[in-house]
């Protein structure tokens, strides 16, 4: 008599646990949470022999009361690519508006220096428009850091 491994398995009367997991779940790392525990000190050492440790206190001190030791922060993803992951209208507004303050900056000061492009025609427009370029960058500036 020759019994499948499928059949045993259906006719036990123990329910198998169901497997619900997901692909997408199995390729998941969750970091495995174990309490701390308390110990008093010496134990779990090994034994020194009239020997210093070489170990600061404080570090030991921390470990052996049961306190986690804290762990370095993630390293975050640099602000343009945070700022360009999800692109919306608002920052497009954002980004034309840092355009256009960096071109009147850029073209009032030519003027002033250079008498090109306006062969200084009004040297009150062009410090009154370098003054509203140099504003509206500070503003998208200070929006730029809100949106990233």
Known sequence: ??????TAQRNTSEPQPADHRTPKRDRRHHAIKRPARNREQG?????????????ATSNSA???DGYPIPRRPTRRRPRLVRFFSDFTIEKAFTLTSLVG???LIILCTLDLTTT?????ASPLFDWFYLAIGIALFCLTINVFLDQS
């Open 62 to 64: 921390t470990q052996l």
């Open 101 to 103: 303050s960096i071109a």
């Open 43 to 55: 134990e779990g050492q090994p034994s020194t022999s009239n020997s210093s440790p070489t170990f």
């Open 116 to 120: 090109w492009p306006w062969m200084r």
């Open 1 to 6: 008599m020759t019994v499948h491994l499928k």
